[in-house]
């Protein structure tokens, strides 16, 4: 199942910094992506584009599994040159992901 099947995602920055939240639909099925989304599964899916840590802070009460990607902008959205300086699309990508 692909995440996108149970889950929703929002996605900001702060300078090179991506932050990615991943909120289910449905409450039953936090368990599973607090399970199958990890860390590192995160930073092997965006590993193309994520150079530093992942950082991932659970949000049982709101469903929701917080990321936090260092050095993931090129530089950040004032010194990018990438077409998505402010890395919107990861949010979507990462739903794609197989879980």
């Known amino acids: 199942m692909k995440l996108w099947e149970i889950a929703h995602a929002r996605s900001?920055?702060?300078?090179?910094i991506s932050n990615l939240s991943l909120i289910v639909y449905?409450?039953?099925?936090?368990?599973?992506i607090q399970e199958k989304v990890t860390p590192e599964r995160v930073k092997?899916?965006?590993s193309k584009q994520v150079k530093g840590d992942v950082k991932r802070y659970e949000l049982p009460q709101l469903g929701?599994?917080?990321f936090v990607l260092q050095e993931a902008l090129y530089g950040?959205?004032?010194s990018s040159t990438a077409l998505d300086k402010h890395g919107k699309s990861l949010?979507?990508?990462?739903l794609e992901m197989e879980i």
């Open 12 to 16: 900001g920055d702060k300078g090179n």
């Open 26 to 32: 449905n409450p039953e099925d936090y368990k599973i």
């Open 44 to 46: 092997q899916w965006l």
């Open 64 to 66: 929701a599994l917080n």
């Open 76 to 78: 950040g959205v004032t």
């Open 91 to 94: 949010s979507s990508y990462l």
